[in-house]
């Protein structure tokens, strides 16, 4: 197992309600792909973004450490790009 780093930017015209369950979802794809939440922040304030990504200029970010077999990453990818929500997602080896 090795320990990741993954940081998601999030449609920001996104109500709370479905916010908190596109959370929820992220960390269960982490636990169903044999992988452990470790810690996790979401920034609530919209950021601007460099940019342009899928017509949106800004995003919600939301940062998330978890442990997970290396062979997992890529299901991990595929998952979260399936999801319309999430309009990008970086995942990072923190070892």
């Not at 990504?53 to 979260?80: C, D, M, S, W």
């Amino acid at each position: 197992m090795r320990k990741y780093e993954g940081m998601f930017i999030i449609k920001p015209d996104l109500p709370q309600d479905a916010m908190q369950n596109l959370i929820n979802q992220i960390g269960e794809v982490i636990t169903k792909n044999s992988g452990q939440l470790e810690s996790s922040d979401i920034w609530t304030e919209k950021k601007k973004m460099f940019f342009t990504i899928k017509r949106y200029n800004e995003g919600t970010y939301y940062l998330a450490t978890f442990t997970l077999p290396p062979e997992a990453v890529a299901k991990l990818h595929q998952a979260y790009k399936l999801n319309e929500d999430i309009l990008r997602v970086m995942i990072t080896s923190k070892e």
